[in-house]
């Protein structure tokens, strides 16, 4: 079983930068693709950004590239993202997520066998 447990959410104001973080346990971290969804109350969860097992690859959603990095520390078994230039619209619960070991990053989140409890991120205006 694999567990994640995500962290470092909270209130920023719009224009400032935050960083998430995602530890996972209880297999070999580095087998996993690892992605980020959030869920802002009100609408359905949508998919953000997907980093490869050897974090070679990345994908981003169209409304948060050039503003979010998603980055990995196999050596922490750790998933982060890196989000600046935050707008209130960014304003959600995020999620990590993790699928079959050896299987990619979707934007589905069908494809995702493992999900953490969620941190909240709050934009203001």
């Known amino acids: 079983q694999v567990q994640l447990v995500e962290s470092g959410g909270g209130l920023v104001q719009a224009g400032g930068s935050l960083r998430i973080s995602c530890a996972v346990s209880g297999r070999t971290f580095s087998n996993y693709a690892m992605a980020w969804f959030r869920q802002a109350p009100g609408k359905e969860r949508e998919f953000v950004a997907g980093?490869?097992?050897?974090?070679?690859?990345?994908h981003y959603a169209d409304s948060v590239k050039g503003r979010f990095t998603i980055s990995r520390d196999n050596a922490k078994n750790t998933v982060y993202l890196q989000m600046n230039s935050l707008k209130p619209e960014d304003t959600a619960v995020y999620y990590c997520?993790?699928?079959?070991?050896?299987?990619?990053?979707?934007?589905?989140?069908?494809?995702?066998?493992?999900w953490g409890q969620g941190t909240q991120v709050t934009v203001s205006s």
């Open positions: 997520a993790a699928p079959p070991s050896g299987a990619g990053y979707s934007a589905d989140g069908r494809a995702y066998a493992y």
């Open positions: 980093i490869s097992r050897s974090a070679w690859n990345t």
